[in-house]
């Protein structure tokens, strides 16, 4: 044979998917997965096993965990003593497991995940609970199979006498497949179980009023019952568990945070470190100490707060943003039948009271065949107590005690079993007091078997004895639940104040689009005058806002869109810097550009409106409220035609009255409250009627009442005021009238050929006038000529001839109050 005759071609994807396949199902079946019927995985089924069978029981001392894992791993499970060790930590841990299964005494580690002492120093023996799962497994209830090297058996499963998979619930990873199931409350899954076997067809909606939900040893809030009822329907679903919290009052008008129950697998520690890295790292404001004072009397954790900081408010940001409140993801996937499955809770049940039916089955076969057993025994030494003496002298003439026991077989018709029990008869037995004792035993044994026999003929009896038995277990280890549930998720808002320290601050944002934030110490010590900002040659401060760190900006733009932009978002700079393009502060397209910039601090105010005011002359109303969001991108605030542009927006309650004044110096004064309320996206209606090339210069709001002048300037810088009153109120969507008249003809010097500002003065303030060139000059309103509507103005602003006004706006101007 040729040396490549002694091997065959093999794909690699066939071999490595074969083995791949073989260790999955290992991994599946016999590591992760735990069985439906006892709710173990099957370290855990041996390591009971194993101190069950050494006798390691909760009435004798405590033995070192060394030797129970030693026992383990060479006898059933020779994968390594760690991961023996871990499993049985694990089942010692009060804080992991409803019910503990281990005993442990000695350090078995802590919440704050400190490791438990190594196997030599701690010692063990079974709970009492733990028993339950492992009675009668003596009785022939469950089937064993050959250990790893076939010295011994194990059991497959063990009889689990009250349904373990829920009441410790389980959590493991395999390939393909992990698994979390939460700890229940054992009385309400007892009553449950009960129920189900009471009537099979219990709708999902009665069986949750009995076993509401998880029940949790550490306790805490669960919320979300539709979260629960998805598990419970399908093995999926996802509930929000929330640490139990208190706020109480200090000397001094402090308030602390006091928390003493945490959601069940959060480690305490971190949670801790977490809680004290945000108030480090000034996330939130408001955080003086943070310390744990878990001790003897439980688990408590402090959060002690500065004075009149908003306790609601920092406990909602650490909900928010730590453990103290969690999801909790159902993943309810157990073997069923040598292969994994995802089941709801009845699901699982059912399989668990299917499995009670074969162990009580199973052990009540195995006390009949013992009770005939001692019964078919008694009728023999019963009878042979009536024919004392015949049997006696056959026993005498027999030449041993093989002999005996056939002659006793022959002549009276004894049994071998009930020959050898007369041989063994110890003569004391004989009296009339031991005779009548059989008897009576015989007559109680007889009773026992027909009883044993009833069980195993109706179903309704076998159920009966489930019941009871687990009713017994309800009596013995059920507890008071311990995590409280809530039918509805609540919703966490975090206040800006909680992460944001109030102050009250300038906001800058010049014509080519820089802003800046400066603090109101920076502005005072710059000499507290708007004039001293620093801007970019050329550039002018277009909008100077005073507002909080906790507002935010409502910025809309030409073409229609807006961005709501929180203060303490822009960069802080000092009053004598630029500032940075706003570009780099929300994403402003180069083609669009800034109208309006409205600060808010309460955007659900139910009084205020936006008016928006476009070029063609379209109006538009929405509620301010309409505004609200958490994008940081544009959004649509208005739809604009084609070749239409927002020039104004406007807050206000909408109360006053509307002045729109086009280019070619016409005017329309109206109600605002004939401009309905219009959703987001609306385009408006029209608000005035305008000729051919003509287009809107600009939107004023004035008073109900006739005071106050209208100011109007055109584009060579004459300027005059009128009289409100000169204006008559008419109906929206008119044509208006004249409110300026434009000198012509050759021997006249012009005064303009459009308006490209107006303003509503009621009180002196200085304007700026902004010119084509870049320059801009300022005049106070009172220098302002007062005319008829129809006049030709002043000359108030001086033009060279090559340039124009473009804009008109007030000069910005900051209260000198800090």
Known sequence: MSLNEQFLPAFLEEVVGDRFGRYSKYIIQDRAIPDVRDGLKPVQRRILYAMYDSGNTPDKPYRKSAKTVGDVMGNYHPHGDSSIYEGMVRMAQPWKLGHTLVDGHGNWGSMDD??????????????????????????????????????????????????????NGVSGISSGFATEIPPHNLREVIDACIAIMKDSNLSLTDLMAIM??????????????????????????????????????????????????????????????????????????????????????????????????????????????????????????????????????????????????EVVTFR?????????????????????????????????????????????????????????????????RLTNLEINSLQKELDEIAKRVQYLR??????????????????????????????????????????????????????????????????????????GETDAAGVKEGDVIRHLLECNTIDSLLVFTRKGSYYMLPVYQIPEFKWKDAGTAIVNVIPIPKDDGIVAVIPVRDIQQSNQSLFFFTRKGQVKRTELKDYATNRSTAIAACKVADGDEVIQVQLTQGEGHLLLISRQAFAIRFPASEVNLMGRVAGGVRGMQLKDGDELAAALEAGPDDEGEILVISDLGYAKRSLLADYPVQGRGGKGVTTFEFKEGKRVKPNGSQLVGAWYSKKPRELTALLSGGGQQRFLTEKTPIEDRKSIGRALVQVDKNDAVTQLFPRVEASQDQ
């Open 114 to 167: 400190d490791p438990a002492a190594a196997m030599r120093y701690t010692e063990a023996r079974l709970s009492s609970i733990a028993m339950e799962l492992l009675r009668d497994i003596e009785k022939r209830t469950v089937l064993f199979k050959d250990n790893f090297d076939n010295t011994t058996k194990e059991p497959v499963v063990l009889p689990a006498r009250y349904p373990n998979l829920l009441v």
């Open 212 to 357: 509401k939900g998880p029940d949790f040893p550490t306790g805490g809030i669960i919320m979300g019952e539709e979260g629960i009822r998805d598990a419970y329907s399908t093995g999926r679903g996802r509930i929000h568990l929330r640490s139990k919290t208190a706020v109480e009052e200090l000397r001094g008008g402090k308030k602390m945070i006091v928390v003493t129950e945490i959601p069940y697998q959060v480690v305490k520690s971190r949670l801790v470190t977490a809680m004290e890295n945000i108030r480090l790292e000034k996330k939130v404001d408001g955080i003086a100490e943070v310390r744990d004072e878990s001790g003897r009397e439980g688990l408590r954790i402090v959060i002690e707060l500065k004075k009149d900081a908003d306790a609601d408010g920092i406990l909602a940001y650490l909900f928010k943003k730590t453990d103290l409140q969690v999801t909790y993801n159902f993943n309810m996937v157990a073997i069923v039948n040598k292969a994994p499955r995802q089941l709801g809770v009845k699901e699982i049940l059912d399989a668990y009271i299917a499995h009670q039916k």
């Open 364 to 428: 009540t076969q195995y006390e009949l065949d013992k009770a005939e057993d001692r019964a078919h025994v008694l009728e023999g030494l019963v009878k042979a107590l009536n024919i004392l003496d015949e049997v006696i002298a056959a026993i005498k003439a027999s030449k041993n005690r093989g002999d005996a026991q056939n002659n006793l077989v022959e002549k009276f018709g004894f049994s071998e079993r009930q020959a050898d029990a007369i041989l063994t008869l110890q003569l004391y």
């Open 454 to 527: 009833s069980i195993l003929d109706s179903e309704r009896k076998l159920l009966k004895v489930i019941q009871d038995e687990l009713l017994e277990i309800r009596e013995k280890f059920g507890i008071d639940r311990r995590s409280e549930i809530r039918g509805e998720v609540e919703e966490l808002k975090v206040g800006l104040e909680v992460m944001v320290s109030a102050e009250d601050v300038l906001v800058a944002i010049s014509r080519d689009g820089y802003v800046k934030r400066t603090s109101r110490l920076s502005f005072t010590r710059s000499g």
